[in-house]
């Protein structure tokens, strides 16, 4: 009787099962051999209860956020504060180093801008006409305060004629210097920009607003220049210092709102990626 080419490599692989079976038990994980065509089915959709707790909540309330920690707080759960992208992630099952959990149970904060702070950063360092910048100013006098060349507050309804009058002079010209060994010649053009006597020229707006959802009011100071031939520029002094320093003050809120609701978790200062 003949055995075909499947037939004696079945039997190779039954006779060597044994050794292989006894190596896998050396290892220590709970690993098992089975026959390639066999098929998992998960049951859990038919039982009363899941498995595991899991699922992700997400929020842009910081309130809301340590509230969730008050019903699920557990041995071994972890949050990550990620001041850069003003978020934190709290894992609820992620264990510990001897006793690994699963890691599908987590909370997410993700801190919201404001419309006020969305405002002031749409117009930062934008290209602006005269009539885009008057109606900026108008648009959120609330929580804009604007000062001359000098130093002088100037009314907000003042400062968006000022705006609206202003003329842009073009000036061109020639440089040149002579010495005993080299001469030197340079075209210049140069813009000069006024408005009519009875306004004051603003140089510098002050814009003050709650920046993200759950943390204090910050004063911007934004500084005004000239491109070219009617566009008007907004740049926002020492932004980046700002954004440390909110990312410095999130932290520091959320491990005092922790503490003061006695909820006892270890908090890392970076991201978590299971």
């Given at each position: 009787m003949s055995m075909d080419k499947s037939a004696i490599q079945q039997i190779q692989e039954t006779g060597s099962a044994k050794e292989f079976l006894a190596q896998l038990a050396v290892a220590g994980f709970p690993v098992a051999a089975l026959p390639a065509n066999f098929e998992l089915h998960n049951l859990e959709s038919y039982m009363p209860n899941r498995n595991t707790f899991r699922g992700l909540m997400k929020t842009a309330n910081i309130d809301e956020f340590v509230r969730y920690h008050e019903e699920y707080q557990t041995e071994g759960n972890q949050c990550f504060i990620n001041a850069d992208n003003m978020s934190a992630l709290t894992i609820f099952d992620l264990g510990t180093h001897n006793v690994p959990g699963h890691c599908k149970h987590q909370a997410q904060l993700t801190l919201r801008k404001t419309a006020l702070f969305r405002a002031l950063l749409n117009v930062n360092e934008e290209r602006l006409g005269q009539k885009q910048?008057?109606?900026?100013?108008?648009?959120?006098?609330?929580?804009?305060?604007?000062?001359?060349?000098?130093?002088?507050?100037?009314?907000?309804?003042?400062?968006?004629?000022?705006v609206r009058n202003m003329k842009f002079e073009a000036r061109a010209g020639r440089e040149s210097s002579v010495d005993d060994f080299s001469q030197h010649?340079?075209?210049?053009?140069?813009?000069?920009?006024?408005?009519?006597?009875?306004?004051?020229?603003?140089?510098v707006f002050k814009f003050t607003c709650e920046p993200y959802l759950g943390l204090d009011e910050r004063v911007f100071e934004l500084r005004m220049s000239t491109i070219g031939n009617d566009t008007l520029v907004l740049r926002?002094?020492?932004?980046?210092?700002?954004?440390?320093?909110?990312?410095?003050?999130?932290q520091e809120k959320l491990q005092a709102k922790f503490l003061s609701e006695s909820i006892e978790i270890d908090t890392f200062i970076g991201s978590f990626t299971s």
């Open positions: 910048l008057a109606e900026w100013i108008e648009d959120y006098s609330t929580a804009i305060q604007v000062f001359s060349t000098t130093g002088d507050v100037i009314d907000n309804a003042i400062a968006s004629a000022a010649q340079s075209e210049y053009e140069s813009v000069a920009v006024r408005t009519k006597e009875e306004f004051p020229m603003p140089a926002i002094k020492k932004l980046e210092q700002h954004q440390e320093e909110m990312g410095e003050e999130f």
